[in-house]
């Protein structure tokens, strides 16, 4: 499976962006596929997942009301529509895909580039 991750960019705070991940590869493997992010000097955190097939989502409570999760499976792509985005939202954005409905990046198996996206105050 291979993850590509793209829409990344700078924007001021209060404004939305979408950012996509495209997949390829076995489609079983994509089970669940979910979004994490990474700030300079910070952790890889959960943002949010969904199931391939059912679409099924789930958030992290910081973005919870205002991104969006989803996927377009004739597309074998997910998309993270990000609204109201912050300073604090700033970070390098992955897609990773598995087989476990959690959240902990450890249970992921495939992982995407990631993609910078930069809120300016």
């Known amino acids: 499976v291979q993850l590509q991750a793209s829409g990344g960019g700078l924007v001021q705070a209060g404004d939305s962006l979408r950012v996509s991940c495209v997949a390829s590869?076995?489609?079983?493997?994509?089970?669940?596929m979910g979004w994490f992010r990474q700030a300079p000097g910070k952790e890889r955190e959960f943002v949010a997942r969904?199931?391939?097939?059912?679409?099924?989502?789930d958030y992290a409570d910081s973005v919870k009301g205002r991104f969006t999760i989803s996927r377009d499976k004739a597309k074998n792509t997910m998309y993270l529509q990000m609204d109201s985005l912050k300073p604090e939202d700033t970070a390098v954005y992955y897609c990773?895909?598995?087989?476990?409905?959690?959240?902990?990046?450890?249970?992921?198996?495939?992982w995407g580039q990631g993609t910078l996206v930069t809120v300016s105050s």
């Open positions: 969904i199931t391939w097939d059912s679409g099924i989502t």
């Open positions: 990773a895909s598995g087989l476990t409905w959690a959240s902990h990046p450890r249970t992921y198996d495939y």
């Open positions: 590869g076995l489609t079983f493997s994509y089970g669940i």
